[in-house]
């Protein structure tokens, strides 16, 4: 198989687990992060504060050694997650749970969409006139 | 059907997080994927200047010796160069050859389609699939419906969009991937927004029920 196949359908199989567990576990559910983010429900957090527990355990025994990309601080660390922040306690949403909440049926979601994707051209537009904030992006760097 | 117990959540978010990482050498991250597909016609510019290194890699080394010089002024290299001369096995080192390859954008897309297919197929699963013209009851105690709740989405959708690419990463990236290996800028990231989201998500709750009452 050739590498770009290779790379799509992995690509592909991740997005499909993803968009399953974030749907099976509650967080497409915008009733379901406000409870969290509330904090009137313990569920999705001890969820989400278990993963990152159980994944310090995994990439200390799977990748000791192994270069894994680290993302650096900047200007844009703390401002740029204020905004997300906000944004998502409006929402229910980040840039993955909106795509799930759309797959539900949620076809309100498109606004939220709609939005992501401006934002993430606004951003980019200004970062390359001379803002200068931050390049580096998730998993890209 | 209920959603999942806070420990099968943690175990199914980690084995995404480890298994992604596993699979592709790269850290889980979806704001980094909207960017591809946004910025999609910047890989087209990217790769024809990549090809022209590939195919000529002696090209690369000069423009690479080139960008040197500008930067650390012609004597400094020179001395490094006449020093390394001097050390055994240090022959000329072919840079262009070891560019890495560019996941496509389309990839990326497919990533993204892939989230709403697979929560299609969960919603479908758990009985919830159907057409749901608002966020559901909670969503339209706290800012109502119709056009409010449009433009609330809008607005905290392009909120999301430019916040995660400002801060470099989103819950995948920063809190999944970056937290676990405690890098810094992530535990930072992951603090502040989930601090912000807290407080904003209290103030709304705390305005609607004030606002409902009177």
């Known amino acids: 198989m050739n590498p770009s196949t290779r790379q799509h359908l992995t690509y592909g199989v991740f997005g499909l687990l993803m968009g399953a567990v974030l749907s099976f576990t509650g967080f497409s559910n915008f009733g379901q992060i406000h409870n969290m983010f509330t904090l009137s429900d313990f569920r999705l957090l001890a969820g989400f504060i278990g993963s990152i527990a159980l994944s310090m355990l995994g990439f200390f025994l799977l990748a000791r050694g192994k270069k894994i990309p680290r993302k650096t601080l900047n200007k844009g660390t703390i401002p740029g997650s204020v905004l997300f922040g906000t944004g998502w306690a409006l929402t229910g949403a980040c840039p993955s749970i909106a795509l799930v909440q759309l797959g539900g049926g949620r076809v309100v979601a498109l606004f939220t969409l709609f939005g992501i994707y ?3 051209w606004a951003y980019r537009r200004l970062a390359s006139g001379g803002l200068a904030l931050n390049t580096a992006i998730c998993g890209e760097e | 059907m209920a959603y999942w117990s806070w420990w099968v959540t943690a175990l ?3 084995g995404l997080t480890l298994g992604f990482w596993w699979a592709l050498q790269r850290p ?3 704001s980094g994927s909207w960017a591809r597909v946004v ?16 195919n000529n890699p002696q090209l690369f080394n000069d423009a690479l ?3 040197t010089v500008e930067e650390f002024g012609e004597e400094a290299v020179q001395a490094l160069l006449t020093k390394r001369a001097g050390q055994a096995g240090s022959g000329a080192v072919i840079a262009g050859s070891a560019l890495p390859v560019r996941t496509p954008w389309t990839a990326h897309f497919t990533f993204l389609a892939m989230l709403v297919a697979g929560g299609a197929i969960a919603a479908a699963d758990s009985g919830r699939l159907g057409l749901h013209f608002s966020m559901g009851e909670v969503y339209r105690q706290l800012f109502g419906q119709g056009v409010a709740a449009w433009l609330t989405l809008f607005v905290g959708g392009v909120l999301v969009g430019f916040g995660t690419q400002m801060a470099g990463g989103c819950t995948s990236g920063h809190a999944l991937s970056g937290a676990p290996r405690l890098v810094p800028a992530s535990l930072l990231a992951t603090a502040v927004f989930f601090t912000t989201a807290v407080v904003v998500s209290i103030v709304i709750s705390f305005a609607a029920t004030v606002g409902g009452v009177s």
């Open chain 1, 118 to 120: 401006f934002g993430v």
């Open chain 2, 28 to 30: 889980l991250g979806v």
């Open chain 2, 12 to 14: 199914a978010l980690s």
């Open chain 2, 39 to 54: 910025l999609r016609s910047n890989d087209k510019i990217l790769n024809q200047a990549e090809a022209g290194f590939r």
């Open chain 2, 65 to 67: 010796m080139r960008a």
